[in-house]
């Protein structure tokens, strides 16, 4: 019975995260796609955030009209969606993961931050391994730090070790 219990939870803990990132892509004639977005982290702090906000909408050059007061994503309770909006339409404009810094505020997200009226146009879309899209990097931000995909590869990490703690509990009941 533990053994059972053990194998049910072992697949749930590898699969359940393999199944969440196929709902969110697509696949034609064989090639997975992964749409992305470009938008601000939940843990950013909000002057830092305003402050990346103003830089994206201003030297920036982010079509900043739909969060104006009066636009489909416009929101003034809320920090984080407008600042996402601005981001990612800065991302979706300079075309490279650096351009989804913002001093550290912004990360690469797969699930869609549209809410209400307001649409994000998805930025770059992952194919079998790599990027369809452009790779000019015309800037990143005000004092951008490094997103290369640390969270992702994080991820896996922590993915791994909960495996491998599963497998030793198993051996040491066994």
């Keep these: 019975m533990k053994f059972s219990l053990f194998l049910f939870s072992l697949l749930l803990t590898v699969t359940l995260p393999l199944h969440s990132l196929a709902a969110q892509s697509k696949a034609q004639n064989g090639v997975v796609t992964l749409e992305l977005w470009c938008v601000a982290k939940n843990n950013a702090d909000n002057p830092a955030l305003q402050t990346a906000l103003d830089w994206a909408c201003g030297p920036g050059g982010a079509d900043c009209s739909p969060i104006q007061q009066g ?20 991302y979706l404009k300079h075309g490279s993961d650096d351009s989804c810094a913002f001093d550290n505020t912004a990360a690469l997200t797969s699930l869609n931050p549209s809410f209400g ?8 879309t992952g194919s079998n391994g790599s990027f369809v899209g452009s790779t000019n990097t015309m800037g990143m931000g005000p004092a ?21 703690h599963l497998l030793i509990a198993v051996i040491l009941i066994l």
Aim: net charge negative; glycine share 6%.
């Design 144 to 164: 951008s730090a490094d997103l290369s995909g640390c969270s992702q590869i994080a991820g896996r990490w922590v993915q791994a070790l909960i495996t491998v």
């Design 71 to 90: 636009g489909p994503c416009y929101d003034s309770q809320d920090l984080q969606k407008t600042a996402s909006f601005a981001f990612n339409d800065y």
């Design 117 to 124: 009226n307001c649409k994000f146009p998805s930025s770059f």
